[in-house]
């Protein structure tokens, strides 16, 4: 079992957002994550990246299991895309970088500064860092946002084949992507019926 989730419980600042949220993640297995906006996907997955730590519950994985992507892309824009890679690599002792580049067609970028690129292209860019982590586990928050078909298709194929390979996501999306091996979890049963908090609008907060 690449992650599983008993009881967990999550926030946003001082707001209880989730609670007795549990589910399993297998190898090869991906868990698409639906939800209406508002409803917590986010604070879900900052809790299982370990970027907000839960108020009850258990999250497990390996040690340095989970490589997470957010809306935010991530790059150093005075950094070509070359070395926005090499960087990545760098900091998750990886050093092949050409399955990243291949897998989003980066390849006519490469000495493209990350401050110059299109949001789409930005991306793309983002996304191959994840295939750069060597992580088995991908947390992923509305990965497709920017890219068009061609390339929502590339980043579905670049998931089937980490699941292929043995990883698994846990994904936030509201985009059919043809994932095999794909279970659905609706947390709106999940949302708090209690928010732990004094601000009246705390509860539209996820």
């Given at each position: 079992?690449?992650?599983?989730?008993?009881?967990?419980?999550?926030?946003?600042?001082?707001?209880?957002?989730?609670?007795?949220?549990?589910?399993?993640?297998?190898?090869?297995?991906?868990?698409?994550?639906?939800?209406?906006?508002?409803?917590?996907?986010?604070?879900?997955?900052?809790?299982?990246?370990?970027?907000?730590?839960?108020?009850?519950?258990?999250?497990?994985?390996?040690?340095?299991?989970?490589?997470y992507a957010s809306?935010?892309?991530?790059?150093?824009?005075?950094?070509?895309?070359?070395e926005n890679l090499?960087?990545?690599?760098?900091?998750?002792?990886?050093?092949?970088?050409?399955?990243?580049?291949?897998?989003?067609?980066?390849?006519?970028?490469?000495?493209?500064?990350?401050?110059?690129?299109?949001?789409?292209?930005?991306?793309?860019?983002?996304?191959?860092?994840?295939?750069?982590?060597?992580?088995?586990?991908?947390?992923?928050?509305?990965?497709?946002?920017?890219?068009?078909?061609?390339?929502?298709?590339?980043?579905?194929?670049?998931?089937?084949?980490?699941?292929?390979?043995?990883?698994?996501?846990?994904?936030?999306?509201?985009?059919?992507?043809?994932?095999?091996?794909?279970?659905?979890?609706?947390?709106?049963?999940?949302?708090?019926?209690?928010?732990?908090?004094?601000?009246?609008?705390?509860?539209?907060?996820?």
């Open positions: 079992m690449n992650l599983r989730v008993t009881d967990l419980a999550c926030a946003r600042g001082p707001a209880q957002i989730l609670a007795g949220v549990t589910f399993s993640v297998a190898a090869g297995q991906a868990l698409i994550l639906r939800g209406p906006n508002g409803s917590g996907k986010t604070t879900l997955l900052r809790t299982l990246a370990g970027l907000t730590p839960p108020i009850t519950g258990r999250v497990e994985a390996d040690p340095d299991a989970i490589a809306h935010a892309d991530g790059l150093k824009a005075q950094l070509t895309v070359a090499a960087f990545w690599a760098g900091v998750f002792g990886m050093r092949d970088t050409a399955p990243a580049i291949e897998a989003f067609h980066l390849g006519p970028l490469l000495d493209r500064r990350a401050g110059e690129m299109s949001a789409g292209q930005k991306r793309r860019l983002s996304l191959a860092r994840l295939l750069v982590s060597g992580r088995p586990v991908w947390c992923l928050d509305e990965p497709t946002v920017s890219l068009d078909a061609e390339n929502v298709a590339r980043f579905a194929a670049a998931v089937t084949a980490h699941l292929a390979d043995g990883g698994s996501a846990v994904i936030a999306t509201h985009i059919d992507l043809g994932l095999p091996e794909a279970t659905t979890l609706d947390i709106t049963p999940f949302v708090a019926k209690q928010i732990r908090s004094d601000d009246p609008f705390a509860e539209r907060m996820g």
